[in-house]
């Protein structure tokens, strides 16, 4: 019941950046953590970012130093600054919103690109 929606994804050159958004149509306050994944082709999605509803942070280790998440309850939006792009992270990257009761929901995806 939880609708998402991922925006901001397209193609740069490596050392690029890009700002992803996911828009929730419920507030992001009531949820237990917000995250990104990514899953490129071929590949597993995978963690990338997390951000709990305590405003505690984690991250891959991969994107370290490079993804900034961050959110916005009033506009019940998450965000992902990603700097310093690489080729690896090339990837349709993807809103989750979890909840406390264990129940979880996804966007669509945005895709990334990065290549020269």
């Known amino acids: 019941q939880v609708h998402l929606v991922e925006s901001g994804g397209g193609l740069v050159q490596p050392g690029g950046s890009l700002r992803l958004s996911c828009a929730a149509s419920?507030?992001?306050?009531?949820?237990?953590?917000m995250a990104w994944f990514r899953q490129a082709p071929g590949k597993q999605r995978e963690f990338v970012a997390h951000?709990?509803?305590?405003?505690?942070?984690s991250y891959a280790e991969s994107v370290k130093g490079r993804f900034t998440i961050s959110r916005d309850n009033t506009r019940n939006t998450m965000y992902l600054q990603m700097n310093n792009l690489k080729p690896e992270d090339t990837a349709t990257y993807y809103c989750?919103?979890?909840?406390?009761?264990?129940?979880?929901?996804w966007g669509q995806g945005t895709q990334v690109t990065v290549s020269s």
């Open positions: 989750k919103y979890g909840l406390s009761s264990g129940e979880s929901y």
């Open positions: 951000i709990d509803n305590g405003d505690g942070i």
């Open positions: 419920e507030s992001i306050f009531a949820s237990r953590f």
